[in-house]
């Protein structure tokens, strides 16, 4: 019996890791090609991949950064598959705007011995000394927002504890004043689609505040001159519905720690720190 196989099933591990993607549209037009990219086998296992002083430009800096994916059976009774996906970055150092010493994103994910939907932890995830324009950025994480695994099989977009702690993200960005028609669109329709859609889109920063220069609206700055940072950025997704239960049998889960859309004298899109896991388990 191979590691993925257990109970009369068969699961297929999926999970990958980056540090940096994305593309620049100014200075100059440029694609970032995927750094220090790693993906899971189906079968699992182990792999590591490392960045050692990446420049792009004048735009990004990271003196230090890895990533690693595992997956495998867990080697306690009655217990199911775990895929842990890990991106870590050091010396980060944005146009001398945006500087983090550590960022670290993880998830774990455990998939059932019975049913689909798994379990989510993202223990290790954490920002160290991140600054905006040399101020501290201070957080209110929220590495729970997720709550226990609903009871049941049943999928986290309908369950009373994320949906509850996803509202009140919403509502606290769309309570703040002075708050940006295209954000006030995108969270009122977010809000008013909460718990009927198979998506969850959320963050595991409930708050960022200090006396850096811009606006922040919940885990998303806009800094004058640069651009917007959105912090700790998390998506959940069900799909494949199983015919009779109606029970998700695939639920990806992507985290990006911070996702830069630069708007200034530099031009484009950088996620950065992004990992995804979506494991699949049969009959």
């Excluded at 932890?121 to 905006?132: D, Q, V």
Aim: charged fraction near 20%; proline fraction near 6%.
């Amino acid at each position: 019996m191979s590691m993925s196989e257990a109970n009369g099933r068969t699961h297929r591990y999926n999970a990958e890791a980056t540090i940096l993607s994305g593309h620049l549209r100014l200075p100059l037009v440029q694609k970032i090609e995927p750094q220090a990219h790693a993906h899971l086998r189906e079968e699992g296992g182990y792999l590591s991949e490392r960045s050692e002083n990446y420049r792009l430009e004048s735009v990004i800096s990271i003196r230090s950064a890895y990533t690693h994916v595992a997956g495998n059976r867990s080697t306690k009774p009655g217990r199911g598959w775990t895929t842990i996906t890990t991106t870590v970055i050091e010396g980060l150092n944005v146009l001398e705007v945006v500087t983090a010493d550590r960022v670290v994103g993880q998830t774990i994910t455990e998939h059932p011995l019975e049913g689909y939907v798994p379990s989510v932890s993202f223990l290790g995830s954490r920002f160290e000394n991140l600054r905006i324009a040399g101020h501290p950025v201070d957080l209110e994480l929220d590495l729970n927002i997720l709550g226990p695994k609903p009871a049941n099989d049943a999928p986290y977009t309908r369950h009373d504890w994320p949906l509850g702690r996803v509202r009140q993200q919403y509502e606290r960005i769309l309570g703040q004043g002075h708050l940006p028609d295209d954000l006030a669109e995108q969270y009122n329709r977010l809000n008013a689609t909460l718990g009927g859609a198979g998506t969850l889109e959320c963050s595991l920063v409930n708050q960022a505040s200090g006396r850096y220069p811009g606006l922040t609206f919940g885990h998303k700055v806009r800094v004058p001159d640069f651009g917007e940072i959105a912090l700790a950025k998390l998506t959940l997704d069900h799909e494949d519905p199983h015919p009779g239960s109606g029970i998700p049998r695939k639920t990806t889960v992507r985290l990006t720690m911070i996702d830069f859309n630069f708007g200034c004298a530099i031009d484009g899109h950088a996620p950065t720190g992004t990992g995804s896991s979506n494991g699949t388990s049969a009959p």
